[in-house]
């Protein structure tokens, strides 16, 4: 009877700490989310198109073309556009990458589909980061978008 008292106690002890959670983190996320209601949400810069994109590479606008697949990725198919860096995901937030982003131009985060530049662009903003938009639908979406229509003009030689 006694090691059932002890191993149901123990058991309790264990239950409770896994539905534990980080409150001051927890808050942290409410005051970040608290604001997109569905208008702000639909009124949101966050995300850019392709197309966008693409014409502001034409018009060789300033800007930061952040790509932040996996090195794999990017061996792959990688940004050669003037101004584009490679950052993976895993490395983004090393100060030495946080110290190099630039704050006097949009910096565009690129990934496959959009989802990790999501989530790379929202944690940038809660540090403080605000010049950070997401491209639509990620490389796939780029590449899509660069037809001879929209692609950059380069110099022949």
Do not use: W
Request: a positive charge; one cysteine or more.
């Amino acid at each position: 009877m006694r090691k059932t008292v002890i191993s149901l106690i123990a058991l309790s002890a264990l239950a409770a700490s896994a539905f534990a959670y980080d409150a001051a983190k927890a808050a942290e996320f409410d005051g970040f989310f608290s604001h997109m209601t569905h208008k702000a949400c639909a009124n949101s810069t966050l995300f850019v198109k392709a197309d966008d994109v693409m014409k502001m590479l034409r018009e060789a606008k300033p800007m930061l073309l952040l790509d932040i697949r996996t090195e794999g990725e990017a061996s792959v198919v990688a940004l050669g556009a003037s101004g584009s860096r490679h950052v993976p995901v895993e490395h983004l937030f090393e100060k030495p990458n946080l110290d190099a982003l630039p704050t006097d131009r949009p910096i565009i985060i690129v990934c496959y589909s959009g989802t990790r530049a999501t989530m790379a662009a929202m944690g940038l903003k809660m540090i403080g980061v605000r010049n950070v938009q997401v491209l639509k639908g990620g490389i796939v979406a780029l590449a899509t978008s660069d037809t001879t229509k929209n692609a950059p003009l380069k110099d022949e030689k």
